[in-house]
């Protein structure tokens, strides 16, 4: 794959929406680029240290070395995958107010981030 695309393409045939909250490569990344509302951010895959989804695939957390992100939406689990096997590239907001309950989407639909980045001290005990 030459250029980076969703993992999920709406080729029009398909009653449901991609969103594009996720981009993917075949190419393990090196960064994962993560879009909130308020900051863009580029952390190497080499300092995340665990990704964890819950339970209903409505938030994924991510740790690392640096910064813990806090991703809420729904149908994440395209997310974990991604971002564990180092192919998720970008991570950002979808338009959740075009979708409503119901809604057929494809792939994952991204409506909130919080990238916080870990102080000193929580730095030294990981």
Sequence with gaps: MSELESKFPDDGRSPGRDPHCLVTSDVPGVCLRLE???????LPYALLLRVELSDDETGCDLTFATHEVR?????L??????VSQAE????GLGDSAKFKEGDSVLGPLVT?????????SA???R
């Excluded at 991703?71 to 149908?75: A, E, K, L």
């Excluded at 689990?77 to 991604?82: C, D, G």
């Design 88 to 91: 998720a590239v970008q991570v």
């Design 71 to 75: 991703i809420r939406g729904r149908w």
């Design 36 to 42: 909130s509302t308020r900051q863009r951010i580029a």
């Design 112 to 120: 909130g981030m919080q990238i916080e980045p870990l102080d000193e």
């Design 123 to 125: 730095r030294a005990r």
């Design 77 to 82: 689990r395209p997310v974990f995958v991604a």
